[in-house]
């Protein structure tokens, strides 16, 4: 199902990409941190990243956005 919005393997590396930049947020601010560390810390490339988001600020709040989702579904 490749090509399919949401499919198992986009989903996957998203969220691949969400703890990759949680990681990173342990150890320098997010104003710091840069789409290469985030795409070695995945293990990722680049072009994955640019698929999914356009900035570390646009993941970051991807990641706000599931936890708001999550807080207003309880």
């Known amino acids: 199902?490749?090509?399919?919005k949401n499919n198992r393997r986009t989903q996957y590396t998203i969220q691949t990409l969400k703890r990759a930049?949680?990681?990173l947020l342990q150890q320098e601010p997010l104003a710091k941190v840069t789409v290469t560390q985030i795409c070695q810390e995945a293990d990722i490339n680049r072009?994955?990243?640019?698929?999914?988001f356009d900035n570390p600020d646009n993941l970051f709040e991807a990641i706000e956005n599931?936890?708001?989702d999550q807080i207003s579904h309880c």
């Open 21 to 23: 930049l949680l990681t």
């Open 47 to 52: 072009g994955t990243f640019y698929l999914h």
């Open 1 to 4: 199902m490749v090509g399919i």
């Open 66 to 68: 599931d936890i708001f």
